[in-house]
Structure formats: structure tokens, C-alpha cells
T-cell receptor, first 114, second 109 residues
Framework: EAQVTQNPRYLITVTGKKLTVTCSQN?????MSWYRQDPGLGLRQIYY???????DKGDVPEGYKVSRKEKRNFPLILESPSPNQTSLYFC?????????????FGPGTRLTVL | KNEVEQSPQNLTAQEGEFITINCSYS?????LHWLQQHPGGGIVSLFM???GKKKHGRLIATINIQEKHSSLHITASHPRDSAVYIC???????????FGKGTRLHILP
């Protein structure tokens, strides 16, 4: 089944404890992206990647890192999480190396930073 | 001012009504997406538009590039259409995606 998977789906952690949220797609998509969704602010783009080893900042990249060492995976790294990073995170992928195509979204990861 | 504005923010209608959700944007775009977020949180892509009009079942999306405006229409609305509808603009200068804040639609049986 074609899908985007994220792990974990739910995570409660404490300030400063490094964490990684994984994202994987099995559709051989070149474009992948991370978003966060907050009440009243909607969805905002964190980072995106047009291909392996190519990553770019979105609107809210501060406090996050990403890597794209292989096409299928695009992990989101929080080196020192803070409470303002409590949010619902979505990973998405798209067939071509730009954003002009339908995006396939993962199920979301609800992160709470205490 | 947000670069992507949606209206209305909330909409409650009776089953069977014709629904229109509007999206205006101020940036140059290469394409505009309409997304549906179910009450459980999952997000599904409904349409990607760069010009004209697209139709899928009871859903119709239109875009007017000159006026920087897009609309999503639902004909013969049904309670299962209750969801948050989000428009997202793909900026042509850098491929970043900017989202509207969403329209929460509730269809009453």
C-alpha cells in the first residue's frame, strides 16, 4: 500500500531531550516536507527537500534539523526541544522535485514538550 | 495580513446545501492546493490547481490567477463532508508552501 508513515504517533518528552521523528514513504517520491499545525495558526512549513541531499528551510525552521540521506526517509530532529515546539507534526511527500503536485500526508505526530 | 486568506472560518449548513469556500492569496504562485482534514486529524489532498477548474465527484475547485482567488464548491452536501478545508499556495519564487488557516465545515443531517 502506498503510504507515508511517521513514528512515533504520540510523544511526550521534557525540555532539552533530543528527539527524532521519522518519516518514510514507499512511493519513490522526490519531494518531502515537514509541517507543524497549531491552533489559530494553521499549518506551517518547517523544512522541505526536493531530492536526496537537498534540503531547504520553510517558514518556521528554527529549532529543527532535517536530513535526506536516502529518498524514502526524511527525519525531523529536535536537538533541544522546548515547550513552544509542542504541536501536531505532519510529514508529506510528492512525486516530482517541486511542490506542484498532489501531496500525500502522513498520519501526524502529536508532540508534547514539558 | 496573512498571505493566504480563507473565508469563512466556520460554516454550518444543512444537508443538501451548495457550499462555497473561498481562498485569496497575495503571493505569486505556481499552484494552489485544496486539502481536507478529517475530524480524526488525517489530511487528504483534494485538488491541485494552476488554472481553470477541476471536478471530482461532488467537489469542484476553481482558480482565477489574475484575481488571485480560488474557490472550493461542494454540491449536495452531506454530513460526511464535515471537515476542515485548507487551501495552500505554492510560491513560485522558492517552492515554499503557505497555508490558509482553514474553514471548519459542519453539515447537519
Amino acid at each position: 500500500e502506498a503510504q507515508v508513515t511517521q513514528n512515533p504517533r504520540y510523544l511526550i518528552t521534557v525540555t532539552g531531550k533530543k528527539l527524532t521523528v521519522t518519516c518514510s514513504q514507499n512511493m519513490n517520491h522526490e519531494y518531502m516536507s515537514w509541517y507543524r499545525q497549531d491552533p489559530g495558526l494553521g499549518l506551517r512549513q518547517i523544512y522541505y527537500s526536493m531530492n536526496v541531499e537537498v534540503t531547504d528551510k520553510g517558514d518556521v525552521p528554527e529549532g529543527y534539523k532535517v536530513s535526506r540521506k536516502e529518498k524514502r526517509n526524511f527525519p525531523l530532529i529536535l536537538e533541544s526541544p522546548s515547550p513552544n515546539q509542542t504541536s501536531l507534526y505532519f510529514c508529506a511527500s510528492s512525486p516530482n522535485p517541486n511542490s506542484y503536485n498532489e501531496q500525500f500526508f502522513g498520519p501526524g505526530t502529536r508532540l508534547t514538550v514539558l | 495580513k496573512n498571505e493566504v486568506e480563507q473565508s469563512p472560518q466556520n460554516l454550518t449548513a444543512q444537508e443538501g446545501e451548495f457550499i462555497t469556500i473561498n481562498c485569496s492569496y497575495s503571493v505569486g504562485i505556481s499552484a494552489l492546493h485544496w486539502l481536507q482534514q478529517h475530524p480524526g486529524g488525517g489530511i487528504v489532498s483534494l485538488f491541485m490547481l494552476s488554472s481553470g477548474k477541476k471536478k471530482h465527484g461532488r467537489l469542484i475547485a476553481t482558480i482565477n490567477i489574475q484575481e488571485k482567488h480560488s474557490s472550493l464548491h461542494i454540491t449536495a452536501s452531506h454530513p460526511r463532508d464535515s471537515a476542515v478545508y485548507i487551501c495552500a499556495a505554492c510560491q513560485n519564487r522558492d517552492d515554499k508552501i503557505i497555508f490558509g488557516k482553514g474553514t471548519r465545515l459542519h453539515i447537519l443531517p
